[in-house]
């Protein structure tokens, strides 16, 4: 008997099971967002720091802006703010955490471990891989063609999303490279915004160097730099009564607490210990990798996770720059510009 040719059809019994199973899904994320829908939260009204500087915070505030922590350097010279937060108020960073990962790539490249051409490859096995010949550089990038996540439960992301539930917990670093050897490439060499790449990037220098990101990151930015009110939030790490975000009016959102995704958006900062990181970065010079620059000269990157919001815009030529971190989803982007 010759084998049929043309689609396969399902049977009309699973064809309703799948479309009861999308029904209930969709209802289900209806009901989520009637119950945990986006609701007003006030502007705090306590002002700390720079009287002139937090002055500025409360005339910039959008709706949907809770606590908030700033700092301006201008000359040399560092000026603090805060909108119910001072200067030693912790937050989430999130993908602002990707350029400490590109700082660790250059000081690997400078000692001669890595270079920018170094691909995965060299690092692990990856047999066929298409993700074998992809180089560190376009993992920083974004332009790896890898896709935004991988080794995630699509599922309970989108729950996670309604609910405040931290979508990396459970990940190991092994889940994240099997994640990229199982991936395929797509617009490799165009931009496309990844986390998995910088997630892998991260976890690949430090195979490379012997030791774990964590390791790498505290002996080779947070001890030099005197970051001691950064750390990364590794299982179980976040206190209880460490700073919460909001992600639905006065609901508190998970801390990110995770193991594979560290690289691209681990940490917890301080406006005080970000301070010293950008001071580094004007000094030293950025690593090249993983900022945006504007068509004004700006260098900058954001940082979200469900409770917080935070963004590091730099002016090199000018030795400027503004961090600003909110305890809510909603962004800081224009507020910051505005201050700079």
């Known amino acids: 008997m010759q084998p049929e040719v043309g689609p396969r059809r399902l049977p009309r019994r699973q064809v309703l099971i799948v479309v009861a199973a999308i029904a209930v899904l969709a209802l289900v994320i209806a ?22 500087l937090a002055t500025r915070l409360t005339e910039l505030a959008e709706p949907g802006h809770h606590r908030l ?46 270079s920018a051409g170094t691909t995965v490859g060299e690092i692990i096995d990856a047999g066929d891989a298409p993700v074998g010949d992809v180089t560190l550089a376009e993992l920083a990038d974004h332009t790896s063609g890898l896709p935004r996540l991988g080794g995630t439960n699509w599922l309970g992301g989108v729950l996670s999303g309604f609910t405040g539930a931290n979508p990396y917990a459970g990940i190991s670093r092994q889940d994240v490279i099997d994640a990229a050897l199982a991936a395929e490439l797509s617009g490799r060499g165009e931009w496309e915004y990844s986390n998995l790449g910088p997630a892998l990037l991260g976890q690949l220098l430090a195979i490379e160097a012997g ?97 917080f919001s935070s963004i590091l815009v730099l002016d090199p030529a000018s030795g400027r720059a503004v961090f600003t971190a909110g305890d809510t989803g909603t962004r800081v982007g224009d507020l910051s510009r505005a201050l700079l």
């Not at 937060?85 to 990962?101: A, N, Q, Y």
């Not at 080779?220 to 976040?238: A, F, H, K, N």
């Not at 001071?279 to 990157?301: K, V, Y």
């Open 31 to 52: 009901a989520l967002a009637l119950v945990a829908g986006p609701r007003q939260v006030a502007v705090a009204t306590e002002r700390t720091g720079d009287p002139g």
């Open 69 to 114: 922590s700033t700092f301006l350097i201008e000359d040399g010279r560092v000026t603090y703010a805060g909108l119910g937060m001072d200067e030693h108020s912790e937050v989430e960073i999130g993908s602002l955490t990707k350029t400490f990962t590109a700082e660790i790539l250059a000081n690997q490249i400078e000692a001669g471990r890595v």
């Open 211 to 307: 030791t774990t990101y964590e390791q790498l990151l505290s002996g080779q930015i947070l001890e030099p730099l005197g970051m001691t009110e950064t750390y990364l939030m590794t299982p179980g790490s976040v206190p209880a009564d460490a700073p919460r975000g909001l992600y639905s009016g006065e609901k508190e959102a998970e801390p990110w607490e995770m193991e594979g995704y560290l690289p691209a958006g681990g940490l917890r900062s301080t406006a005080a210990d970000m301070a010293r990181y950008a001071t580094h970065l004007l000094d030293h010079g950025l690593p090249g990798h993983a900022w945006m620059e504007q068509e004004d000269g700006m260098i900058e990157h954001t940082g979200g996770t469900y409770g």
